[in-house]
């Protein structure tokens, strides 16, 4: 059976073809990042435009024809309303015209999915850390759960706005990197509250001192202990009271070394495995939605077209 899955909740439009054995046949994307920042509408302008020769490129370089399709899967949700209208719409298109089983993924839940499969991790904390979204996520009791949670902006978020905001360009993620290795520690604003976490604060406190003259290695360096010391805390405080032994860490920001140095030192600590989803799939992609939509048709949870509507504010524990 080959599912085809089309991500587009933000930033990239993607197409991805997988099989049921998890055997990845064809991905294509392409990302929308204007240096001012997205705004939803013009990124759904770019998923609009690139949407047909995206499903061309994945079918060519699986080498499979529409008529080889057996289920397509789309992002319902969470995302930007009018980016998710874009995918919504030639999800349809497709179902209709193929004449095959239209099935709704949690984009989130598409992440971890994907993880696990390329990772074999079994039952893991998942430490899902990308542009839009910082959750501590954890399956409990028949669901996935949130167990921590940003209470403003996500990390990724967080560090485009201090690169922005000190005319470092976007996405701020690689060069706030680079230049944390020059820096030297500055104590700054440390949120954790509970199981969640804050980073408007830090956001607010490094652009204020780089606006006073501060050293941008030393904002670089120091705001990515705190904030990734933040996430790594609340990870921690996850894995003991679950008394999970598996943490597993995906999306955009998963890329940085750093923060990978961390939660495994937390993890080796503690005696749990850590995982990292392989970069290529860590980042929003139309695989992941191919595949959470196989195992959610598999498991009875295709739609009905009138089903089919957005979802933007979908959330994991739903
Ligand atoms: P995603 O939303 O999963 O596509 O991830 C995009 C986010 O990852 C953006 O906010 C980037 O700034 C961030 N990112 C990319 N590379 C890095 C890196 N090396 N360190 C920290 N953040 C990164
Ligand atoms: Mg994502």
Not at 75 to 102: D, E, H, M
Not at 174 to 199: C, H, N, Q, R
Not at 220 to 238: D, G, I, K, N, P
């Amino acid at each position: 059976m080959i599912s085809l899955g089309i991500e587009g909740t933000a930033h990239t439009f993607g197409i991805g073809i997988i099989d049921d054995k998890g055997r990845i046949l064809g991905d294509a994307k392409s990302s929308f990042f204007p240096p001012k920042g997205i705004h939803p509408r013009e990124a759904a302008e770019h998923h609009a435009e690139v949407a047909t020769k995206l499903l061309t490129d994945a079918l060519s370089k699986a080498h499979v024809g529409l008529e080889d399709i057996d289920i397509v899967s789309f992002s319902q949700g969470p995302g930007l309303p009018p980016c998710l209208r874009v995918v919504a719409t030639f999800a349809r298109a497709l179902s209709l015209k193929l004449g095959k089983p239209l099935v709704g993924v949690n984009h989130c839940i598409a992440h971890i999915d994907i993880a696990k499969l390329l990772t074999k991790a079994k039952d893991p904390i998942i430490l899902y850390v990308s542009g839009g979204n910082s959750q501590i996520i954890g399956f409990a009791g028949g669901k996935y759960r949130v167990f921590g949670e940003t209470l403003d902006i996500a990390i990724g978020n967080a560090i485009d706005k201090f690169a922005r905001e000190c005319d470092l360009g976007f996405p701020g993620g690689p060069v706030i990197e680079k230049l944390a290795k020059e820096g030297k520690y500055i104590e700054l604003p440390y949120t954790v509250k509970g199981m969640d976490f804050s980073f408007s604060g830090i956001v607010t406190d490094v652009v204020r001192r780089h606006k006073a003259g501060a050293k941008i290695e030393d904002l670089a360096f120091s705001f990515q202990e705190h904030a990734f010391a933040m996430l790594v805390e609340a990870t921690e405080r996850a894995l003991s009271h679950t008394e999970k032994d598996e943490a597993l860490v995906t999306g955009g920001v998963a890329a940085n070394k750093r923060f990978n140095e961390m939660i495994s030192i937390m993890c080796k600590e503690r005696g749990a495995k850590y995982f990292a989803c392989p970069m290529e799939y860590a980042g929003d992609n139309g695989v992941m939605i191919a595949w959470s939509g196989m195992m959610r048709y598999k498991k009875g949870m295709a739609l009905k077209l009138e089903e089919s509507g957005i979802r933007p504010k979908w959330r994991v524990d739903d």
